[in-house]
């Protein structure tokens, strides 16, 4: 048998994601496919455009069989913490065989010399690392800088400009996918697939091959022609969202509330949470009070040293209590529970084998989420890694993110929260 | 000299409150009238329909000559609270001699008497009230039956029946400012004007006659025709305030910040501000998932024992960290400084002779407002009630609320927040 994992955030699901799924099952001629999916939160610090029902709606429409949601506290962090989620529940769901990852270089042996390089030389490379940052250079160019380096002073046998290929972010994110299958001394396989058209961060609109941010970009526009450019699944349900209003939701809408927690925090405050390092907690404090909206604010904390995109994952960690420990364990230990948002018929079949072979508690009923772990923490073969209150941390940020979330949609029918414990679980029969 | 003080909030300003204002003034013939003011949130625990700075505006050109912030810490507490503040504020100003305060009975000598038992009797009174509150009563019902029983088994001589007369808020805010008179020891003198019109609460429109909360609720409806019905000086700067996007703001507006907020506190949370007692932490922690705005949370919150002036109020704390130390202590010390928001030619002269006889530091550059603590701090002549670090938590929460309501402007730029740093005192020279 043999399972297809695939990590996605779908927003929203346009034609590279559809050639990406296609691409992958037709490398791996996988019997069922199962995708990691970010929340109503992802890995750019903002919320996504339509909620996670939906887009889990339109995976399951498009090919995957089931979707599994990346909890919160791994979908809102840097591209590391990211895949210690991502890859973490692919392990755990016990059946996974193969994972395939866009990637615009597509040199797995680059990638995995690479990825092998930063285990076997992880002091050292932090070392420079921190060295380069000092310098001012943002993590990923200090990253890059230190593994030249690297490679150069040990003579390994790798052309060092070949370490440019980690600059873009599938690459980026491909490297610390290897990383962490290394983590977990997984059996997963790994395969590439080339990405085609724009790059991730392409704010260009370029038709089909029109990358995730210039259709938020154009939508945000209100231009909702770009619609038209969507794999039609993808483009009825966001439709269907739209009219219901329960979208378009960006990070913009959520000012009065990022704002609102940063006006009456003070610089102190920040050191409760995660990252706020290096003056980060004296210019978010100083410059909450100066911006009139959010744009502004990541304008005026920006420096050289930091992306937007790690900002605004930044500022998302005072609203959800993202503190030192919730992220230091969370990467310790992995994921603690697989969240299940949805499945096709096939899928259930999977989910059967899967509850016998997974090592993690299944939820697919989350008003039941305690329940399933006492189940689990009484059995005998209870991992060592299962923590009760880790896991209760990670859940209750998911369920608060979902009601968060929900303030946003313009439909007021829909604000009211709790949405994660009235929605069933997606069946595709 | 003689110098009258008055009590306002100027929710809007009307006609009500100009009738209240000459009647005073042809009551005292006062050399100079000093207006302590809510600032942008008031006693209902809601934002100012327009900004401290626009209804500063409209008190100095309508006969005041000075208007003095109120500090958050009391303007957004009960009538007890509120009245320890304004009346602190009036005393410790040090120049104001005669006090009048409307009252829908203009019965002084019976708040008076009432007054005064609550003070003798207060040991017995509270038990009695605590009584009637574990029977379901909300506090003022509690305290009128507490004090009817006690009126008849003292045989005090007055007809407990004209306790019925604390039932208006007026009255009520009446009888706490003679307590806090009392508490004070204060010389100031006071005296009643009986209220015209509608009652406080009344929300039908009545024309000239109509109630704050009667203009409040046209304007919600977005009736702009109810400002013809208001004094012209208010009027026309209501409307200024309107047209350049910085109202009409309603406690509505506020839904993301205080739904944002508690939808990420847990009950336990709830417990680190004053007042989440009595299952209050648990109603507001639940019903503020289940809510999709705050019309809703209020009514979920709701029960027979508070009223929803007293739930809106708290609905506030958490956002504006209101704890117990804070209430306490600044109900055990009263107000630590005078915001002077603004003062015409003559109020000048009078803040040139407060400026020797006021107990604390006053402000009028807000910015500077630590270094004129620093100075009576070391003077010889330092009050016993002033104390550092409850001077600097009272005007953080002054600065806090200026930079939370700002967010609410319709107009973009004015959402940028330190508002109290940049904006001068308002001169009507």
Redesign the interface.
């Known amino acids: 048998m043999r399972v297809l994992g695939i990590i996605v955030e779908y927003n929203p699901f346009h034609y590279g994601h559809l050639y990406h799924l296609r691409k992958s099952i037709e490398k791996i001629s996988p019997d069922y496919v199962v995708a990691v999916m970010s929340g109503n939160f992802v890995q750019r610090g903002e919320p996504s455009i339509i909620d996670k029902f939906a887009r889990a709606e339109i995976a399951l429409k498009s090919g995957v069989d089931i979707v599994i949601e990346l909890p919160l506290i791994y979908s809102i962090q840097d591209a590391g913490g990211f895949a210690i989620g991502a890859v973490g529940i692919l392990e755990r769901f016990g059946v996974i065989t193969d994972i395939v990852f866009g990637s615009e270089s597509a040199r797995e042996d680059v990638l995995e010399k690479i990825a092998n390089i930063t285990i076997v030389y992880k002091d050292q490379l932090q070392k420079e690392i921190r060295k380069g940052m000092k310098m001012g250079l943002s993590f990923p160019n200090a990253r890059k800088m230190a593994l030249k380096n690297l490679v150069k002073k040990l003579s390994i046998s790798i052309d060092p400009s070949i370490i440019d290929i980690i600059e873009n972010s599938n690459d980026i994110l491909g490297l610390e996918y290897i990383r962490a299958l290394n983590l977990y001394n997984s059996k997963i396989k790994f395969s590439c697939i080339k990405r085609v058209g724009a790059k991730y961060s392409d704010e260009e609109f370029k038709g089909r091959f029109s990358s995730a941010s210039a259709v938020r970009k154009m939508l945000e526009l209100s231009n909702y022609k770009v619609l038209d450019h969507l794999p039609e699944i993808s483009r009825e349900i966001i439709k269907r969202e739209f009219d219901s209003g329960r979208g378009p939701i960006f990070y913009e809408n ?4 990022v ?3 940063m ?2 925090m003070e610089r102190k405050d920040f050191s409760k949470f995660y990252g706020f390092v290096e003056g980060l907690d004296q210019r978010f404090s100083k410059f ?6 959010l744009k502004e604010l990541l304008e005026l904390v920006k420096s050289k040293r930091f992306t937007f995109t790690k900002l605004r994952r930044l500022s998302l960690y005072p ?3 993202i503190t030192e420990w919730l992220i230091k364990e969370s990467n310790r230990l992995g994921p603690q529970y697989i969240r299940v948002l949805g499945f096709t018929t096939k899928g259930r079949e999977l989910l059967a084998i899967a509850k016998k072979k997974s090592s993690i508690p299944l939820i697919s009923t989350p008003s039941l989420y305690e329940k399933v772990l006492l189940k689990v923490l009484k059995s005998k073969d209870k991992p060592v890694f299962l923590k009760k209150d880790l896991y209760i941390e990670q859940f209750k940020r998911d369920v ?1 993110a979902t ?2 979330y929900s ?2 949609y313009k439909n ?7 949405r994660d414990m009235r929605i069933p679980v997606i069946q595709m029969l």
């Open positions: 959520m000012a009065p509330l704002l609102g927690i006006r009456t909450s009070r100066q911006a009139a909206n609203i959800f209590k608060m009601n968060i303030l946003f007021p029918r829909y604000k009211k929260g709790e």
